[in-house]
């Protein structure tokens, strides 16, 4: 995948965290000493993932940089492990490895995240045929309840807390499926969705399309409807694909 490197902000990464006043927003990822029940190599790399989807790097333009020797030291491991690790987000589209420059965070450029998106409508509507066919009432009726909070108005009071339902939401319509294939193929995927879902659900009136958009496919879903739903997702995706492609000018 692309990413684009601008000058670098030399960011030192902090087992604390630097103070919010001192820093701008994303600038880098909160990290804390390395448990060792598990190899080095993938608590790094979890630990590491976690931190990354964990910023709003959408938020300013600066580039992230990860200074690996820090990271070492905040871990409290040999530099080893924490470099097979970068190696294996580098893979999977997290980081960007520069020669002589160092290691960024990847921002996805506009072309890139409208393909992600796309291919996730794929995946999540095929997802909601599946849930029609197999799913109990009992196993959908958690969807419903996670929204009863938001109702008149309320969400755009509380738009962190939900846009976290909304990205519970469109993992749950995934997992339900019980499609192991599916869930596999969507979770990397998903992984990078959050992180532009969490910038593009404040922006223009997403926030109340979002629930409609949402209490819809319940209903389908519920009802059993199985084009219905299957329809209702892909065209939910497609929208935010069709907002980035307008209004998200900051990805380029």
Known sequence: MS???????????????????RAPLASQP???????????????YTALKNAIVA???????????????KLAQDFGISRTPVREAMAQLESEGFVRMVPRRGIYVVRKTKREVIEM????AALESMAARLITQTATIEEIAPLRKMFATFKDGKARAHLDEYSEVNIEFHQSII???????????AENL??????????????????????RDHMNIIEALEARSTDRAEELVRDHALGLADHVAKFADYLD
């Open 190 to 211: 998903f992984t990078h969705m959050r992180m532009i879902r969490r910038k593009t659900i404040v922006e223009k009136d997403r926030v109340e399309r979002s629930i």
């Open 117 to 120: 998106i796309t291919a996730w």
């Open 3 to 21: 990413s684009r490197v601008r000058s670098p902000s030399n960011v030192r990464v902090s087992a604390r965290g630097l103070d919010a006043a």
């Open 30 to 44: 909160s990290l804390a000493p390395i448990e060792t029940t598990q190899s080095f190599k993938h608590k790094a």
């Open 55 to 69: 910023m709003d790097i959408y938020r300013n333009r600066e580039d992230i940089r990860l200074d690996e020797r």
């Open 175 to 185: 997992k339900l499926s019980g499609n192991r294939v599916l869930i596999d193929l």
